[in-house]
Protein backbone atom coordinates (compact mmCIF):
# COMPACT_ATOMS: atom_id res chain seq x y z
CA UNK A 1 0.00 0.00 0.00
CA UNK A 2 1.76 3.23 -1.05
CA UNK A 3 -0.06 6.41 -0.33
CA UNK A 4 -0.40 6.53 3.39
CA UNK A 5 -0.81 9.80 4.29
CA UNK A 6 -3.58 10.05 1.72
CA UNK A 7 -5.37 7.39 2.78
CA UNK A 8 -5.19 8.25 6.26
CA UNK A 9 -7.13 11.56 5.14
CA UNK A 10 -10.09 9.49 3.36
CA UNK A 11 -10.54 7.85 6.77
CA UNK A 12 -10.23 10.95 8.75
CA UNK A 13 -12.50 11.99 6.45
CA UNK A 14 -14.88 9.47 6.61
CA UNK A 15 -15.21 9.05 10.15
CA UNK A 16 -15.51 12.92 10.76
CA UNK A 17 -18.88 12.46 8.68
CA UNK A 18 -20.09 9.87 10.52
CA UNK A 19 -19.64 11.43 14.07
CA UNK A 20 -21.12 14.22 12.13
CA UNK A 21 -24.38 11.90 10.98
CA UNK A 22 -24.28 10.30 14.52
CA UNK A 23 -25.27 14.00 15.43
CA UNK A 24 -28.11 14.73 13.03
CA UNK A 25 -29.54 11.45 13.26
CA UNK A 26 -30.14 12.24 17.56
CA UNK A 27 -31.28 14.92 17.20
CA UNK A 28 -33.57 13.91 14.90
CA UNK A 29 -34.55 11.19 17.56
CA UNK A 30 -34.77 13.99 20.21
CA UNK A 31 -36.53 15.99 18.55
CA UNK A 32 -39.08 13.07 17.72
CA UNK A 33 -39.42 11.95 21.56
CA UNK A 34 -39.86 15.89 22.54
CA UNK A 35 -43.02 15.63 20.38
CA UNK A 36 -43.90 12.76 21.98
CA UNK A 37 -43.74 13.84 25.41
CA UNK A 38 -44.19 17.43 24.87
CA UNK A 39 -40.78 17.84 26.67
CA UNK A 40 -39.67 21.59 26.06
CA UNK A 41 -35.79 20.84 27.57
CA UNK A 42 -35.16 18.35 25.04
CA UNK A 43 -36.42 20.88 22.65
CA UNK A 44 -33.90 22.97 23.95
CA UNK A 45 -31.14 20.68 23.62
CA UNK A 46 -31.72 19.95 20.29
CA UNK A 47 -31.87 24.05 19.29
CA UNK A 48 -28.50 24.01 21.88
CA UNK A 49 -26.84 20.86 19.75
CA UNK A 50 -27.34 22.39 16.16
CA UNK A 51 -23.93 24.10 16.34
CA UNK A 52 -21.84 20.93 16.75
CA UNK A 53 -23.58 19.79 13.42
CA UNK A 54 -22.63 23.06 11.87
CA UNK A 55 -19.36 22.74 12.89
CA UNK A 56 -18.75 19.36 11.80
CA UNK A 57 -20.10 20.31 8.44
CA UNK A 58 -17.30 22.88 8.35
CA UNK A 59 -14.69 20.29 9.64
CA UNK A 60 -15.91 18.13 6.69
CA UNK A 61 -16.22 20.46 3.49
CA UNK A 62 -12.32 21.87 4.96
CA UNK A 63 -10.91 18.46 5.14
CA UNK A 64 -12.40 17.83 1.76
CA UNK A 65 -11.20 20.63 0.04
CA UNK A 66 -7.73 20.22 1.48
CA UNK A 67 -7.91 16.53 0.12
CA UNK A 68 -8.60 17.39 -2.94
CA UNK A 69 -6.33 20.11 -3.59
CA UNK A 70 -3.22 18.50 -1.84
CA UNK A 71 -3.50 14.91 -3.27
CA UNK A 72 -5.77 14.96 -6.31
CA UNK A 73 -7.41 11.91 -6.10
CA UNK A 74 -8.35 9.78 -8.93
CA UNK A 75 -11.60 7.23 -9.41
CA UNK A 76 -13.14 5.80 -6.28
CA UNK A 77 -10.91 8.23 -4.27
CA UNK A 78 -12.34 10.88 -6.31
CA UNK A 79 -15.85 9.60 -6.07
CA UNK A 80 -15.63 9.24 -2.13
CA UNK A 81 -15.07 12.81 -1.59
CA UNK A 82 -17.53 14.08 -3.46
CA UNK A 83 -19.97 11.75 -2.02
CA UNK A 84 -18.95 13.19 1.39
CA UNK A 85 -19.05 16.65 0.45
CA UNK A 86 -22.81 15.95 -0.78
CA UNK A 87 -23.63 13.68 2.04
CA UNK A 88 -22.22 16.40 4.59
CA UNK A 89 -24.52 18.98 3.31
CA UNK A 90 -27.65 16.29 3.50
CA UNK A 91 -27.01 15.94 7.11
CA UNK A 92 -26.99 19.57 8.16
CA UNK A 93 -29.73 19.65 6.16
CA UNK A 94 -31.44 17.04 8.92
CA UNK A 95 -30.02 19.26 11.52
CA UNK A 96 -32.04 21.89 10.88
CA UNK A 97 -35.01 19.62 10.41
CA UNK A 98 -34.76 18.71 13.30
CA UNK A 99 -34.53 21.99 14.97
CA UNK A 100 -37.90 22.86 12.90
CA UNK A 101 -39.56 19.94 14.43
CA UNK A 102 -37.84 21.20 18.26
CA UNK A 103 -39.52 24.59 17.12
CA UNK A 104 -42.92 23.31 16.04
CA UNK A 105 -42.95 21.16 19.41
CA UNK A 106 -42.54 24.41 21.36
CA UNK A 107 -45.57 26.19 19.83
CA UNK A 108 -47.72 23.40 19.95
CA UNK A 109 -47.03 22.45 23.90
CA UNK A 110 -48.57 26.07 24.46
CA UNK A 111 -52.03 25.18 22.91
CA UNK A 112 -54.71 22.58 22.77
CA UNK A 113 -53.97 19.41 21.45
CA UNK A 114 -55.59 18.75 18.11
CA UNK A 115 -57.62 15.98 17.30
CA UNK A 116 -55.90 14.49 14.88
CA UNK A 117 -55.90 10.65 13.54
CA UNK A 118 -52.45 10.08 12.47
CA UNK A 119 -49.46 8.45 13.51
CA UNK A 120 -46.14 10.98 13.46
CA UNK A 121 -44.19 8.51 15.72
CA UNK A 122 -44.22 5.46 13.14
CA UNK A 123 -43.15 8.03 10.05
CA UNK A 124 -40.66 8.79 12.51
CA UNK A 125 -39.29 5.87 13.39
CA UNK A 126 -38.94 4.74 9.55
CA UNK A 127 -37.71 8.23 8.60
CA UNK A 128 -34.72 8.16 11.20
CA UNK A 129 -34.27 4.18 10.29
CA UNK A 130 -33.85 5.56 6.49
CA UNK A 131 -30.36 7.72 7.96
CA UNK A 132 -29.43 5.53 10.32
CA UNK A 133 -29.40 2.62 7.44
CA UNK A 134 -27.79 5.76 5.06
CA UNK A 135 -25.06 6.23 7.78
CA UNK A 136 -24.41 2.15 8.23
CA UNK A 137 -24.42 1.91 4.17
CA UNK A 138 -21.52 4.31 4.40
CA UNK A 139 -19.69 3.02 6.85
CA UNK A 140 -19.81 -0.33 5.36
CA UNK A 141 -19.68 0.65 1.45
CA UNK A 142 -23.19 -1.65 1.88
CA UNK A 143 -24.20 -0.87 -1.87
CA UNK A 144 -27.55 -3.11 -0.99
CA UNK A 145 -28.58 -1.24 2.56
CA UNK A 146 -28.21 1.56 0.55
CA UNK A 147 -30.64 0.21 -2.26
CA UNK A 148 -32.73 -0.67 0.55
CA UNK A 149 -33.25 3.03 1.91
CA UNK A 150 -34.11 4.21 -1.51
CA UNK A 151 -37.25 1.51 -1.40
CA UNK A 152 -38.66 3.12 1.45
CA UNK A 153 -38.71 6.51 0.50
CA UNK A 154 -42.13 6.23 -0.97
CA UNK A 155 -43.84 4.88 2.27
CA UNK A 156 -42.90 7.82 4.01
CA UNK A 157 -44.11 10.33 0.92
CA UNK A 158 -47.39 8.36 1.51
CA UNK A 159 -47.59 8.87 4.94
CA UNK A 160 -46.64 12.28 4.63
CA UNK A 161 -49.96 12.49 1.71
CA UNK A 162 -52.11 11.07 4.09
CA UNK A 163 -50.84 13.42 7.09
CA UNK A 164 -51.53 16.14 4.95
CA UNK A 165 -55.44 14.82 4.06
CA UNK A 166 -55.82 14.53 7.69
CA UNK A 167 -55.41 17.86 8.68
CA UNK A 168 -57.40 18.93 5.83
CA UNK A 169 -60.28 16.79 6.95
CA UNK A 170 -59.56 17.89 10.47
CA UNK A 171 -59.68 21.61 9.98
CA UNK A 172 -63.08 21.27 8.78
CA UNK A 173 -64.08 19.94 12.33
CA UNK A 174 -65.66 22.17 15.04
CA UNK A 175 -63.28 23.35 17.95
CA UNK A 176 -59.90 22.04 16.28
CA UNK A 177 -57.50 24.47 17.12
CA UNK A 178 -55.85 25.16 13.79
CA UNK A 179 -52.32 26.44 14.44
CA UNK A 180 -51.77 23.21 16.52
CA UNK A 181 -52.98 21.40 13.31
CA UNK A 182 -50.80 23.28 11.19
CA UNK A 183 -47.62 22.60 13.34
CA UNK A 184 -48.05 18.82 13.22
CA UNK A 185 -48.51 19.15 9.62
CA UNK A 186 -45.31 21.18 9.65
CA UNK A 187 -43.85 17.75 11.94
CA UNK A 188 -44.76 15.66 9.36
CA UNK A 189 -43.01 17.73 6.34
CA UNK A 190 -40.07 18.35 7.79
CA UNK A 191 -39.57 13.83 8.69
CA UNK A 192 -40.77 13.55 5.36
CA UNK A 193 -37.53 15.97 4.24
CA UNK A 194 -35.28 14.19 6.57
CA UNK A 195 -36.46 10.70 4.50
CA UNK A 196 -35.22 12.36 1.10
CA UNK A 197 -32.02 13.59 2.48
CA UNK A 198 -31.66 9.97 3.86
CA UNK A 199 -32.62 8.73 -0.06
CA UNK A 200 -29.71 11.34 -1.18
CA UNK A 201 -27.19 9.87 0.67
CA UNK A 202 -28.16 6.33 -0.02
CA UNK A 203 -27.88 7.31 -3.94
CA UNK A 204 -24.35 9.16 -2.76
CA UNK A 205 -23.15 6.02 -1.41
CA UNK A 206 -23.81 3.88 -4.76
CA UNK A 207 -22.43 6.63 -6.61
CA UNK A 208 -19.10 6.30 -4.71
CA UNK A 209 -19.00 2.75 -4.04
CA UNK A 210 -20.86 1.48 -8.32
CA UNK A 211 -19.76 4.98 -9.77
CA UNK A 212 -23.37 4.94 -11.23
CA UNK A 213 -25.70 7.81 -11.09
CA UNK A 214 -29.24 5.92 -9.55
CA UNK A 215 -30.40 9.45 -8.97
CA UNK A 216 -33.96 10.71 -10.20
CA UNK A 217 -34.37 7.02 -12.04
CA UNK A 218 -30.87 7.68 -14.06
CA UNK A 219 -29.83 4.88 -16.16
CA UNK A 220 -26.21 3.82 -14.08
CA UNK B 1 0.09 15.44 -44.81
CA UNK B 2 -3.41 14.87 -43.18
CA UNK B 3 -2.76 12.87 -39.94
CA UNK B 4 -3.63 9.67 -39.77
CA UNK B 5 -5.30 7.18 -36.74
CA UNK B 6 -2.56 4.14 -35.88
CA UNK B 7 -3.76 0.65 -35.37
CA UNK B 8 -1.82 -1.79 -33.69
CA UNK B 9 -2.84 -5.74 -33.86
CA UNK B 10 -1.01 -8.23 -31.67
CA UNK B 11 2.11 -6.38 -31.24
CA UNK B 12 4.97 -8.50 -29.35
CA UNK B 13 8.45 -6.84 -28.18
CA UNK B 14 11.55 -8.76 -26.94
CA UNK B 15 14.51 -7.60 -25.37
CA UNK B 16 16.80 -10.55 -26.08
CA UNK B 17 14.96 -13.20 -24.60
CA UNK B 18 13.09 -10.46 -22.14
CA UNK B 19 9.60 -10.04 -23.43
CA UNK B 20 8.71 -6.54 -23.19
CA UNK B 21 5.44 -6.29 -24.65
CA UNK B 22 2.43 -8.91 -24.92
CA UNK B 23 -0.08 -8.94 -28.06
CA UNK B 24 -0.84 -5.37 -27.65
CA UNK B 25 -4.10 -4.39 -29.67
CA UNK B 26 -4.84 -1.15 -29.73
CA UNK B 27 -6.76 1.87 -32.16
CA UNK B 28 -5.14 5.04 -31.17
CA UNK B 29 -7.74 7.89 -33.17
CA UNK B 30 -6.53 10.41 -35.45
CA UNK B 31 -6.56 14.46 -34.20
CA UNK B 32 -6.52 13.34 -30.58
CA UNK B 33 -4.17 12.79 -27.56
CA UNK B 34 -4.26 9.44 -26.19
CA UNK B 35 -1.87 9.23 -23.13
CA UNK B 36 -0.01 6.15 -22.46
CA UNK B 37 0.47 5.56 -18.60
CA UNK B 38 2.10 2.57 -16.44
CA UNK B 39 4.64 2.14 -13.81
CA UNK B 40 7.79 2.08 -14.69
CA UNK B 41 9.08 -1.05 -16.85
CA UNK B 42 5.28 -1.67 -17.81
CA UNK B 43 6.22 -1.37 -21.67
CA UNK B 44 4.72 1.78 -22.22
CA UNK B 45 8.20 3.60 -23.69
CA UNK B 46 8.74 -0.05 -25.67
CA UNK B 47 4.97 0.82 -27.23
CA UNK B 48 5.90 4.17 -28.87
CA UNK B 49 9.28 3.14 -29.96
CA UNK B 50 7.54 0.55 -31.39
CA UNK B 51 4.95 2.74 -33.44
CA UNK B 52 8.33 4.93 -35.28
CA UNK B 53 10.44 1.14 -35.58
CA UNK B 54 13.12 3.04 -32.97
CA UNK B 55 12.43 -0.18 -30.66
CA UNK B 56 14.05 -2.28 -33.03
CA UNK B 57 17.47 -0.43 -33.59
CA UNK B 58 18.61 -1.63 -29.84
CA UNK B 59 20.89 -4.32 -29.63
CA UNK B 60 18.74 -7.63 -29.43
CA UNK B 61 15.28 -6.15 -29.25
CA UNK B 62 12.35 -7.81 -31.88
CA UNK B 63 9.35 -6.67 -32.59
CA UNK B 64 6.11 -9.04 -34.49
CA UNK B 65 2.99 -8.26 -35.06
CA UNK B 66 1.83 -4.99 -37.00
CA UNK B 67 1.40 -1.44 -36.93
CA UNK B 68 -0.30 0.62 -39.08
CA UNK B 69 -0.42 4.67 -39.62
CA UNK B 70 -3.55 5.28 -42.11
CA UNK B 71 -2.62 3.27 -44.97
CA UNK B 72 0.77 2.47 -44.45
CA UNK B 73 1.91 -0.81 -42.36
CA UNK B 74 4.79 0.15 -40.08
CA UNK B 75 6.32 -3.05 -40.58
CA UNK B 76 5.96 -3.81 -44.38
CA UNK B 77 8.15 -4.95 -46.77
CA UNK B 78 10.36 -2.55 -48.07
CA UNK B 79 9.09 -0.13 -46.15
CA UNK B 80 12.14 2.36 -44.91
CA UNK B 81 12.30 3.35 -41.04
CA UNK B 82 13.65 6.42 -42.20
CA UNK B 83 10.53 6.90 -44.05
CA UNK B 84 8.43 5.85 -40.81
CA UNK B 85 9.97 8.88 -38.83
CA UNK B 86 9.40 11.56 -41.29
CA UNK B 87 6.04 10.66 -41.14
CA UNK B 88 5.99 10.16 -37.05
CA UNK B 89 7.82 12.89 -35.15
CA UNK B 90 9.05 12.36 -31.81
CA UNK B 91 9.94 13.99 -28.30
CA UNK B 92 11.87 12.98 -25.49
CA UNK B 93 12.16 12.81 -22.21
CA UNK B 94 15.17 14.97 -22.25
CA UNK B 95 15.67 18.06 -24.22
CA UNK B 96 18.31 16.90 -27.02
CA UNK B 97 18.61 19.74 -29.61
CA UNK B 98 22.05 19.57 -31.75
CA UNK B 99 24.04 21.54 -29.11
CA UNK B 100 26.52 23.27 -31.65
CA UNK B 101 24.32 24.09 -34.01
CA UNK B 102 21.85 27.40 -34.46
CA UNK B 103 18.22 27.43 -33.34
CA UNK B 104 17.48 27.79 -37.12
CA UNK B 105 19.51 24.93 -38.09
CA UNK B 106 18.51 22.78 -35.61
CA UNK B 107 14.78 23.32 -36.96
CA UNK B 108 16.52 22.69 -40.28
CA UNK B 109 18.22 20.02 -39.67
CA UNK B 110 15.38 17.20 -40.66
CA UNK B 111 14.75 18.92 -43.77
CA UNK B 112 18.18 19.63 -45.00
CA UNK B 113 18.81 15.75 -44.21
CA UNK B 114 16.19 15.12 -46.42
CA UNK B 115 17.58 17.19 -49.27
CA UNK B 116 15.56 20.22 -48.98
CA UNK B 117 17.54 23.02 -49.55
CA UNK B 118 15.23 25.87 -51.27
CA UNK B 119 16.30 28.92 -48.70
CA UNK B 120 13.28 30.51 -48.93
CA UNK B 121 11.00 27.99 -48.11
CA UNK B 122 13.29 26.79 -45.32
CA UNK B 123 12.71 30.15 -43.63
CA UNK B 124 8.88 29.85 -43.83
CA UNK B 125 9.12 26.20 -42.15
CA UNK B 126 11.43 27.21 -39.59
CA UNK B 127 9.30 30.36 -38.54
CA UNK B 128 6.01 28.27 -39.22
CA UNK B 129 7.82 25.36 -36.52
CA UNK B 130 8.91 27.69 -34.07
CA UNK B 131 5.39 29.56 -33.93
CA UNK B 132 4.00 26.06 -33.84
CA UNK B 133 5.91 25.34 -30.73
CA UNK B 134 5.25 28.60 -29.33
CA UNK B 135 9.04 29.43 -28.92
CA UNK B 136 8.65 31.74 -32.12
CA UNK B 137 9.01 35.22 -30.25
CA UNK B 138 11.25 34.11 -27.53
CA UNK B 139 13.95 33.29 -30.29
CA UNK B 140 13.20 34.99 -33.78
CA UNK B 141 16.45 38.00 -32.78
CA UNK B 142 18.56 35.14 -32.35
CA UNK B 143 17.38 32.65 -34.80
CA UNK B 144 21.23 32.01 -36.44
CA UNK B 145 22.94 34.26 -33.37
CA UNK B 146 22.79 31.19 -30.25
CA UNK B 147 23.04 27.73 -30.36
CA UNK B 148 20.21 25.41 -29.07
CA UNK B 149 22.14 24.44 -25.69
CA UNK B 150 21.94 28.30 -25.06
CA UNK B 151 18.44 28.40 -24.59
CA UNK B 152 16.66 27.22 -21.11
CA UNK B 153 15.33 23.46 -20.80
CA UNK B 154 11.80 24.20 -21.57
CA UNK B 155 12.49 26.60 -24.43
CA UNK B 156 14.87 23.68 -25.54
CA UNK B 157 11.95 20.99 -24.89
CA UNK B 158 9.82 23.38 -27.53
CA UNK B 159 13.01 23.57 -29.86
CA UNK B 160 12.91 20.02 -30.11
CA UNK B 161 9.15 19.70 -30.69
CA UNK B 162 9.59 22.53 -33.32
CA UNK B 163 12.70 20.23 -35.36
CA UNK B 164 9.93 17.31 -34.69
CA UNK B 165 7.09 19.43 -36.48
CA UNK B 166 9.45 20.76 -39.27
CA UNK B 167 9.26 17.68 -41.76
CA UNK B 168 5.19 17.68 -41.40
CA UNK B 169 4.70 14.06 -39.97
CA UNK B 170 1.00 12.98 -38.68
CA UNK B 171 1.47 11.21 -35.97
CA UNK B 172 3.59 13.00 -32.58
CA UNK B 173 5.23 10.47 -30.17
CA UNK B 174 5.92 12.21 -26.95
CA UNK B 175 8.04 10.35 -23.98
CA UNK B 176 7.53 12.26 -20.94
CA UNK B 177 8.55 15.13 -22.87
CA UNK B 178 7.79 17.73 -19.67
CA UNK B 179 9.39 15.50 -16.98
CA UNK B 180 12.28 17.20 -16.72
CA UNK B 181 10.53 20.74 -16.88
CA UNK B 182 9.49 23.57 -14.54
CA UNK B 183 5.49 24.00 -13.94
CA UNK B 184 5.36 26.70 -15.88
CA UNK B 185 6.99 25.10 -18.73
CA UNK B 186 4.70 22.04 -18.17
CA UNK B 187 1.82 23.57 -18.82
CA UNK B 188 3.32 25.65 -22.42
CA UNK B 189 4.20 21.80 -23.20
CA UNK B 190 0.50 20.67 -22.28
CA UNK B 191 -1.31 23.87 -23.90
CA UNK B 192 1.02 22.84 -26.87
CA UNK B 193 -0.62 19.26 -26.83
CA UNK B 194 -4.41 20.86 -26.60
CA UNK B 195 -3.42 22.99 -29.64
CA UNK B 196 -1.39 20.46 -31.79
CA UNK B 197 -4.05 17.44 -31.68
CA UNK B 198 -6.06 19.96 -33.47
CA UNK B 199 -3.76 18.54 -36.60
CA UNK B 200 -1.73 15.44 -35.63
CA UNK B 201 -2.13 12.70 -33.70
CA UNK B 202 -0.71 12.56 -30.60
CA UNK B 203 0.70 9.87 -28.09
CA UNK B 204 1.99 11.04 -25.40
CA UNK B 205 3.79 8.63 -22.53
CA UNK B 206 3.52 10.45 -18.92
CA UNK B 207 4.37 9.29 -15.31
CA UNK B 208 2.54 12.18 -14.42
CA UNK B 209 -1.52 11.28 -14.47
CA UNK B 210 -2.85 14.82 -13.49
CA UNK B 211 -0.72 15.51 -16.86
CA UNK B 212 -2.77 12.89 -18.69
CA UNK B 213 -5.77 13.77 -17.13
CA UNK B 214 -5.47 17.11 -18.23
CA UNK B 215 -4.80 17.17 -22.10
CA UNK B 216 -5.61 13.43 -23.36
CA UNK B 217 -8.42 12.34 -24.95
CA UNK B 218 -8.16 8.92 -24.43
CA UNK B 219 -5.76 6.65 -21.89
CA UNK B 220 -4.52 3.13 -22.15
CA UNK B 221 -3.09 1.20 -19.06
CA UNK B 222 0.38 -0.87 -18.98
CA UNK B 223 0.99 -3.29 -16.52
CA UNK B 224 4.09 -5.99 -17.22
CA UNK B 225 3.82 -5.77 -20.59
CA UNK B 226 0.02 -5.97 -21.41
CA UNK B 227 -2.42 -3.24 -22.14
CA UNK B 228 -4.96 -3.67 -19.25
CA UNK B 229 -7.42 -0.98 -20.31
CA UNK B 230 -7.69 2.08 -22.29
CA UNK B 231 -11.09 4.07 -22.18
CA UNK B 232 -11.73 8.09 -22.28
CA UNK B 233 -9.74 9.77 -20.29
CA UNK B 234 -12.60 10.81 -18.22
CA UNK B 235 -14.40 7.52 -17.61
CA UNK B 236 -10.16 6.14 -16.77
CA UNK B 237 -10.13 8.50 -14.36
CA UNK B 238 -13.48 8.75 -12.66
CA UNK B 239 -14.97 5.12 -13.28
CA UNK B 240 -11.96 2.72 -14.24
CA UNK B 241 -13.32 -1.19 -15.35
CA UNK B 242 -10.36 -3.25 -14.43
CA UNK B 243 -9.93 -3.19 -10.72
CA UNK B 244 -5.30 -3.24 -11.59
CA UNK B 245 -6.34 0.17 -12.96
CA UNK B 246 -8.28 1.77 -10.19
CA UNK B 247 -5.58 0.17 -7.72
CA UNK B 248 -2.72 2.09 -9.98
CA UNK B 249 -3.80 5.44 -10.25
CA UNK B 250 -5.45 5.65 -6.97
CA UNK B 251 -2.15 4.63 -5.61
CA UNK B 252 -3.88 1.60 -3.94
CA UNK B 253 -0.34 -0.16 -5.87
CA UNK B 254 3.28 -1.86 -5.28
Known amino acids: MTRTRFHQGLEDLKQRLLAMGGLAEQAVERAVRAYQTRDLSVCEVVLRDEAKINAAERDVDEMSIDLLAMQQPMAIDLRFIVACIKINADLERVGDQAVNIAERVMDLSARPEPVLDVDIPRMAQLSISMVRDALNAFLAADVEMAQSVLERDDLVDNMNREIFEAVDFAMGKPGNNHRSLLDTLIVARNLERVADHATNIAEDVIFWVRGADVRHHAQG | ?254
Open chain 2, 1 to 254: MEAAGIHVKDLNAWFGAKQALHGIGMEIPAKKATAIIGPSGCGKSTFVRCLNRMHETLPDARVEGKVSIGDLDVYGRGVSPVWIRRRVGMVFQKPNPFPTMSIYDNVAAGLKLNGFHNRHELDNIVERSLRHAALWDEVKDDLKKKSGASLSGGQQQRLCLARALAVEPEVLLMDEPASALDPISTAKIEDLIFELKKEYTVVIVTHNMQQAARVADFTAFFLMGYMVELDKTETMFTKPSDKRTEDYITGRFG
